[in-house]
């Protein structure tokens, strides 16, 4: 090959390699950085307590902010630990359930930034998407998903009950 094609070759191998390099290095310092930030000692603990609020929701607080009682299914549904602590439940083909929620006040806290209205989340969907009943007495159990990259709202199941089958029949096909 001539000087001019080793040149050129040189100079695309070096325009390439260096922002590929630079990438990768960041890439494992940053990793390294957020393993040495979160041990699995740490990470452990943060799960446990994420459970323990999810396992034991404050149903008085629900309820009042609900403004009626809790659907029975909804409280079957966090009756059912095995399934309440699952995560990545393929709800239909457009949504994933990532998460459950803790019913509790921190739990409308946590929802208050992402609906701009205060609900109390259920449930969080692989894209951080809010899923929830609409507080008020003359509401009803409809589960509303508010989907955070536009704020559309759309009805994901026409009551609770129908919402906790299909996650159940999910979760066994998983």
């Given at each position: 090959?001539?000087?001019?094609?080793?040149?050129?070759?040189?100079?695309?191998?070096l325009?390439?390699?260096?922002?590929?390099?630079?990438?990768?290095?960041?890439?494992?310092?940053?990793?390294?950085?957020?393993?040495?930030?979160?041990?699995?000692?740490?990470?452990?603990?943060?799960?446990?307590?994420?459970?323990?609020?999810?396992?034991?929701?404050?149903?008085?607080?629900?309820?009042?902010?609900?403004?009626?009682?809790?659907?029975?299914?909804?409280?079957?549904?966090?009756?059912?630990?095995?399934?309440?602590v699952?995560?990545?439940?393929?709800?239909?083909?457009?949504?994933?359930?990532?998460?459950?929620?803790?019913?509790?006040?921190?739990?409308?806290?946590?929802?208050?930034?992402?609906?701009r209205?205060?609900?109390?989340?259920?449930?969080?969907?692989?894209?951080?998407?809010?899923?929830?009943?609409?507080?008020?007495?003359?509401?009803?159990?409809?589960v509303?998903?508010?989907?955070?990259?536009?704020?559309?709202?759309?009805?994901?199941?026409?009551?609770?009950?129908?919402?906790?089958?299909?996650?159940?029949?999910?979760?066994?096909?998983?």
């Amino acid at each position: 090959m001539n000087d001019t094609a080793l040149s050129i070759l040189f100079c695309v191998a070096l325009l390439i390699g260096v922002p590929v390099l630079i990438l990768v290095l960041r890439d494992r310092v940053s990793s390294a950085l957020w393993r040495r930030r979160n041990p699995p000692e740490k990470l452990a603990a943060e799960r446990r307590a994420y459970e323990e609020r999810i396992l034991h929701p404050d149903w008085a607080f629900y309820e009042r902010h609900l403004q009626r009682p809790a659907p029975q299914a909804l409280r079957e549904l966090f009756a059912d630990h095995s399934l309440i602590v699952s995560q990545g439940i393929d709800y239909s083909e457009d949504e994933v359930i990532s998460t459950f929620d803790a019913l509790d006040e921190q739990g409308l806290i946590e929802s208050r930034p992402w609906l701009r209205f205060d609900a109390v989340a259920i449930a969080t969907s692989d894209f951080g998407d809010s899923i929830y009943l609409r507080p008020g007495s003359t509401e009803s159990d409809t589960v509303y998903i508010t989907h955070h990259d536009g704020g559309d709202t759309e009805e994901l199941s026409p009551d609770v009950s129908t919402f906790v089958q299909r996650l159940r029949h999910a979760n066994r096909n998983a």
